[in-house]
């Protein structure tokens, strides 16, 4: 059996705590394994949201063995190409973890299925597509509405900030820059506004006299 330095195997136990935390948040589309790297031959030391079929005790895999092998390998592979071995795709991320003497010690890996994300983006991709051919063309947003979304951003920007996170004052004194340019002559405008300031109608209208 192998043995552990005892900052080691507190390196362990608390990696072992971050995948519960890791899977329990993106069950069940993601599984989390913590590899003992000073144990190869029985590497996985913990397996959450078991998607590959693996078991605790199968050896490391050749990533692991190449940290194992070189302590300058990369500590962080992230989003990489990964196959199941049922033929499902998967998108993975590997952590290595080293001790203070500079040794890996363990791997964090998330393992991804892609499938269900991927049935959801054709699902998306159907839903949203639009028809052009010989299509009537309609907008159900007023004249002018782009228009005043803009200034609003335009006004936003130069503060820092984004249009529903204007402080009182600063929107006051937009809303009278509106009126004052005259657009908010256009048609619905205290209503275009008040949406997308997150405000009232009554608000708007208050804050533009």
Known sequence: MTKHTAEQRA??????????????????????????????KNAVLAIHNNLSGRETGHPATELGLARIAD???PQVIANYANQFSDGRSA?????????????????????????LFRGLQNAV???????????????????GADLIRQRIDQFAAKLATTPRALKTE?????????????VL?????????ALYLGVSRA?????AK
């Open 91 to 115: 998108k993975s991320t590997s952590i290595g973890i080293k001790d203070s003497s500079g040794k890996y010690v363990a791997a964090l890996c998330m393992n991804i299925d892609l499938t």
């Open 185 to 193: 002559e256009i048609r619905r405008a205290m209503e275009i506004a």
């Open 170 to 182: 600063d929107r006051r004194t937009l809303l009278r820059e509106l009126r004052d340019s005259g």
């Open 125 to 143: 991709g159907q839903f949203v597509r639009i028809d052009t051919d010989g299509a009537a063309q309609e907008s159900l947003d007023p004249a």
């Open 11 to 40: 390196l362990l136990d608390q990696i072992s705590q971050i995948a519960v935390g890791l899977a329990q948040t993106f069950a069940p589309f993601c599984e989390v394994v913590v590899h003992d790297l000073l144990d190869p």
């Open 71 to 73: 302590p300058e390998y």
């Open 203 to 207: 608000t708007v209208y208050s804050d």
